[in-house]
T-cell receptor, first 114, second 111 residues
Framework: DVKVTQSSRYLVKRTGEKVFLECVQD?????MFWYRQDPGLGLRLIYF???????EKGDIPEGYSVSREKKERFSLILESASTNQTSMYLC?????????????FGQGTRLTVV | QKEVEQNSGPLSVPEGAIASLNCTYS??????FFWYRQYSGKSPELIMS????GDKEDGRFTAQLNKASQYVSLLIRDSQPSDSATYLC???????????FGTGTRLTIIP
């Protein structure tokens, strides 16, 4: 079974803290993505990585950075957490087989910044 | 920036009826289209993909694609209470597996 695991289900952090969200996939996929999901705004892409040490900005990268030191692990970093980063964060790893792509999601991390 | 638009709903449909969900996209060059289902408090899961104009059926689900009009739809026949969820339309960038999602339509099936 395909598996994408996020390190925390719920997190509460203080404004200004540096926050690390971890995601691990066991599928040997090249690509990994970080999205945030907010009511009325849907899923928005923050950053993605298509290989180890490779990263590209998504649609809303401001205030975030990422790290991919190993193929299976993709970390999202909030350099200085702010209340407007309170959100659900979803990691995804897509797989393309016989021309069809499916994105597998982690369980999500609900982050509250106070 | 590519856009994917959906009616946010909520959409209420009686049990046993057909639920119809619609999506439009801005990038005329898009090739791959997906419908994800997301139950409350859960992560999205893929239910349908479609790449060619026309209809694609899988059980009670039918995806429809019209590239000329830039819309994708999802029909759910014989709707069940277990179909109550948010349905997300997604469009893939050509060749790089990057998905742009719509805001989702919340569907409620009324017993």
């Amino acid at each position: 079974d395909v598996k994408v695991t996020q390190s925390s289900r719920y997190l509460v952090k203080r404004t200004g803290e540096k926050v690390f969200l971890e995601c691990v996939q066991d599928m040997d996929h090249e690509n990994m993505f970080w999205y945030r999901q907010d009511p009325g705004l849907g899923l928005r892409l923050i950053y993605f990585s298509y290989d180890v040490k490779m990263k590209e900005k998504g649609d809303i990268p401001e205030g975030y950075s990422v790290s991919r030191e190993k193929k299976e692990r993709f970390s999202l970093i909030l350099e200085s957490a702010s209340t407007n980063q309170t959100s659900m964060y979803l990691c995804a790893s897509p797989q393309t087989r016989t021309g069809s792509t499916e994105a597998f999601f982690g369980q999500g991390t609900r982050l509250t910044v106070v | 920036q590519k856009e994917v638009e959906q009616n946010s709903g909520p959409l209420s449909v009686p049990e046993g009826a057909i639920a119809s969900l619609n999506c439009t996209y801005s990038d005329r060059g898009s090739q791959s289209f997906f419908w994800y289902r997301q139950y409350s408090g859960k992560s999205p899961e893929l239910i349908m993909s479609i790449y060619s104009n026309g209809d694609k059926e899988d059980g009670r689900f039918t995806a429809q694609l019209n590239k000329a009009s830039q819309y994708v739809s999802l029909l759910i026949r014989d709707s069940q209470p277990s179909d109550s969820a948010t349905y997300l339309c997604a469009v893939e960038d050509f060749g790089n597996e990057k998905l742009t999602f719509g805001t989702g339509t919340r569907l409620t099936i009324i017993p």
